[in-house]
């Protein structure tokens, strides 16, 4: 699972990163401001969790568990579900993708308590 969880946190970084520079270049001209900023938080909700997603990885090769790895498909769900429904809603500007969001949200939160299940217990 390390392994599988490096390459989703590296790939989800690459994508935040060209998500980060598509808005900064290309959408700061052709959306509102209210929606290049719905933009850029999906890019950075990614980075984080990206981030996580590396972390994950690496807590595994010292303390395997499931908890850990639930808490890796919680991070990569949350990914797709929250950073996607912000970059989908900013690209169309159809506002009930933004009732996706908050299900992406709570994963997050679910990962990180999961993570912190498991290195508590």
Do not use: D, N
Not at 22 to 49: D, I, N
């Amino acid at each position: 699972m390390q392994k599988v969880f490096l390459i989703l946190g590296a790939c989800s970084a690459f994508v935040s990163v060209a998500a980060g520079a598509f808005g900064a270049h290309f959408l700061r001209e052709k959306v509102s401001q209210e929606y290049l900023a719905v933009f850029e938080t999906g890019a950075r909700y990614e980075m984080y969790h990206a981030l996580a997603l590396i972390g994950v990885a690496l807590a595994l090769t010292q303390w395997p568990s499931s908890r850990l790895i639930l808490a890796g498909w919680f991070f990569a769900g949350g990914t797709v579900l929250f950073s996607g429904s912000l970059y989908l809603l900013a690209l169309t500007q159809i506002r009930i993708l933004g009732a996706i969001t908050p299900l992406g949200g709570v994963m997050f939160l679910a990962g990180w308590a999961w993570m912190i299940w498991a290195f508590a217990g």
